[in-house]
């Protein structure tokens, strides 16, 4: 039958339920489906008035720049994401993350305070520690993103 196989193996004869699709194309719609989540979710990251930070600047001496990223995002003060990607799809990192101080007073965070961070998109158990003046510490899988809250 003429058409987009993927859309008709979506449409499922009607049923609308994805039940002719492969395995890889279901993580792939489930994968879209918790992005548009997050993205739905949090303000950060659907408001226009929210703001980005590279973060490279910061730490161009702690990881692979080419192979690493990360940045925030934050809406006013109320809400902060840090993502932290790794482009590379082979090699795990463990990696140090900096985030200057001058960010901290920019997001309104109490350099005194520790926080939990919490992950909030794929691997929602991973929870890191952020204290002002001390990298945070993790591995890093291949061809992964944290989004942490």
Do not use: M
């Not at 196989?5 to 994805?18: F, I």
């Not at 961070?117 to 794929?122: D, G, N, P, R």
């Not at 061809?143 to 942490?148: A, D, F, K, R």
């Amino acid at each position: 039958a003429p058409g987009i196989p993927e859309y008709q193996a979506w449409h499922n004869k009607g049923a609308c339920d994805g039940g002719q699709l492969t395995t890889s194309q279901k993580a792939l719609r489930s994968f879209y489906e918790t992005l548009i989540k997050l993205i739905h979710d949090y303000k950060a990251l659907h408001c226009v008035s929210s703001k980005l930070i590279d973060l490279q600047f910061a730490n161009h001496s702690l990881y692979d720049t080419r192979k690493i990223y990360s940045f925030i995002r934050y809406h006013d003060r109320d809400e902060q994401l840090l993502f932290i990607l790794n482009f590379d799809y082979k090699n795990s990192y463990d990696i140090e993350l900096a985030i200057p101080n001058e960010i901290w007073s920019v997001l309104g965070l109490d350099t005194t305070k520790l926080y939990t961070l919490q992950e909030v998109f794929i691997d929602r158990t991973l929870k890191l520690e952020l204290r002002a003046n001390e990298h945070i510490r993790l591995s890093l899988p291949g061809n992964q993103v944290y989004v942490l809250q």
